[in-house]
């Protein structure tokens, strides 16, 4: 099955600074990459996803950039604002829809 | 995206006991999946609910523990049996309409056993 590293596990940002998270993964084979934000006592929410055909996606603050060759993923946060304290996970596809959570990264934004 | 409605929201319950955990969506999806989330933890996958069969469980799973059903392309269902103290956790249901779209999340069942 899929290996996957996240790093780092925990990330302090000052308000309006950029974070980035970086996910490694062991399946070649794979060919989809999602980024989920979780805040405290909610849900999982997609908050970017890329595919094997594009390196770089972009959503207004949001941006994920993929390195298949190298096997890893990055989410991009810039501006950084308190709303975007939550755990943020990386999840690559596995095979026929799985994901393989990666531990996750506690991210805190301070004013 | 589909609205997944899974209840119950959270529940206590008494070791040796069983309880079912429902998920329904709004619209037809291909795909369910049933996964586990221990406090401070990352997403554990348990299982792929296959509509019209049986379910197929991750490494560390099984059936007898984690009956799931899906009879229809909008509702599924896991029970945890026989629970002890080890199960409490988050249990949370997810729906892609195929396996090359997006997984979204349902709210989750936080699950306690005394």
């Known amino acids: 099955g899929e290996n996957v590293e996240q790093h780092p596990s925990t990330l302090s940002v000052q308000e309006g600074d950029s974070a980035v998270i970086k996910c490694t993964y062991s399946d070649s084979a794979s060919n989809y990459f999602p980024w989920y934000k979780q805040e405290l006592g909610k849900r999982p929410q997609l908050i970017i996803d890329i595919r094997s055909n594009v390196g770089e996606k972009k959503d207004q603050r949001i941006a994920v950039t993929l390195n298949k060759t190298a096997k890893h993923f990055s989410l991009h946060i810039t501006e950084t604002q308190p709303e975007d304290s939550a755990v943020y996970f990386c999840a690559p596809e596995e095979v026929r829809g799985k994901l393989q959570f990666g531990a996750g990264t506690q991210v805190v934004v301070t004013p | 995206s589909a609205v997944i409605s899974q209840k119950p929201s959270r529940d206590i319950c008494q070791r040796g006991t069983s309880l079912t955990i429902q998920c329904q969506v709004d619209s037809q999806v291909t795909m369910m999946f049933w996964y586990r989330q221990q406090p401070g933890q990352s997403l554990t996958l348990i299982a792929t609910?296959?509509?019209?069969?049986?379910?197929?469980?991750e490494s560390g799973f099984v059936i007898d523990k984690f009956p799931i059903s899906r009879p229809n392309l909008t509702f599924s269902t896991l029970t945890v049996s026989n629970m002890s103290p080890e199960d409490s956790s988050i249990y949370l249901c997810?729906?892609?309409?195929?396996?090359?779209?997006?997984?979204?999340f349902g709210d989750g069942t936080r699950l306690s056993i005394l």
């Open positions: 609910a296959n509509q019209g069969s049986e379910a197929t469980y």
């Open positions: 997810s729906v892609a309409e195929n396996s090359n779209q997006p997984q979204h």
